[in-house]
T-cell receptor
Framework: AQSVTQPDIHITVSEGASLELRCNYS??????LFWYVQSPGQGLQLLLKYFSGDTLVQGIKGFEAEFKRSQSSFNLRKPSVHWSDAAEYFC????????????FGAGTRLAVHP | DTGVSQDPRHKITKRGQNVTFRCDPI?????LYWYRQTLGQGPEFLTYFQNEAQLEKSRLLSDRFSAERPKGSFSTLEIQRTEQGDSAMYLC????????????FGPGTRLTVT
C-alpha cells in the first residue's frame, strides 16, 4: 500500500539550531514528494518538491530536502531555525495511478525555543 | 494570482443540519481537490475534479457528501445530515493539468458540529 510516514510527532529545537524532519514512504516506485507547512488556522503552503534528477532540492524559507532512494526517505532540513518556523510540517507523496491525490504523513509539530 | 479561496472560514452547525462550503481555485487551474483534516492528522483525500468532471471519490466520501463543480470553475462541497464525526477542517486545493503536479491549498473551512 502507498503510505507516507513521519516518525516524529513533536520536535523542539532552539532558535538558531539546525533542523531535520524525517519522512519515509512506502511504495515500489518513487513517488513525487512534497513538503508543506501549516501555521495555526492556516492552509498548507508548499515548501519544496521532488520529481526526479538532483536528489537535493531547495525550497522557500531556507529549507532543503534530500531524497534517498535506498532509504525511501525525503528528509527536510534547515541549517538555522527561526522562531517563525514554528508550525506543523507535512510530507506528502503523489503515487502512480493518476498522480491525483496527495497522501500525507501525520505531520510533525515543530516548536522553537528562544 | 489571488490564490485558492474558501468560504466560509468557520462554520458551526447542529447535528442533522446540512452545510455547504465553497472553493474558488486559482483561475487558470483546471484541477480541483477536496481534502479533510482532523485534529492531529494529515489531510485525507476526498475527491477531485478535472474541469467539471468528478473523476475520483474516496471511500471517505459517504452518500451524505456531495461535491460539484458545475462550470469547471468554483466548487461546492455539501454535507447532509451532519454528524459530530464530520467536525474537521475541509481543505480545497487546485492544480494545473500538465504542470508539475503541485497542489495549492486554500485556508480551509473549519466545521464544528454540535
Amino acid at each position: 500500500a502507498q503510505s507516507v510516514t513521519q516518525p516524529d510527532i513533536h520536535i523542539t529545537v532552539s532558535e538558531g539550531a539546525s533542523l531535520e524532519l524525517r519522512c519515509n514512504y512506502s511504495y515500489g516506485a518513487t513517488p513525487y514528494l512534497f513538503w508543506y507547512v501549516q501555521s495555526p488556522g492556516q492552509g498548507l503552503q508548499l515548501l519544496l518538491k521532488y520529481f526526479s534528477g538532483d536528489t537535493l532540492v531547495q525550497g522557500i524559507k531556507g529549507f532543503e530536502a534530500e531524497f534517498k532512494r535506498s532509504q525511501s526517505s525525503f528528509n527536510l532540513r534547515k541549517p538555522s531555525v527561526h522562531w517563525s518556523d514554528a508550525a506543523e510540517y507535512f510530507c506528502a507523496g503523489l503515487f502512480s495511478g493518476g498522480y491525483n491525490k496527495l497522501i500525507f504523513g501525520a505531520g510533525t509539530r515543530l516548536a522553537v525555543h528562544p | 494570482d489571488t490564490g485558492v479561496s474558501q468560504d466560509p472560514r468557520h462554520k458551526i452547525t447542529k447535528r442533522g443540519q446540512n452545510v455547504t462550503f465553497r472553493c474558488d481555485p486559482i483561475s487558470e487551474h483546471n484541477r480541483l481537490y477536496w481534502y479533510r483534516q482532523t485534529l492531529g492528522q494529515g489531510p485525507e483525500f476526498l475527491t477531485y475534479f478535472q474541469n467539471e468532471a468528478q473523476l475520483e471519490k474516496s471511500r471517505l466520501l459517504s452518500d451524505r457528501f456531495s461535491a460539484e463543480r458545475p462550470k469547471g470553475s468554483f466548487s461546492t462541497l455539501e454535507i447532509q445530515r451532519t454528524e459530530q464525526g464530520d467536525s474537521a477542517m475541509y481543505l480545497c486545493a487546485s492544480s494545473l493539468e500538465g504542470g508539475q503536479y503541485e497542489q495549492y491549498f486554500g485556508p480551509g473551512t473549519r466545521l464544528t458540529v454540535t
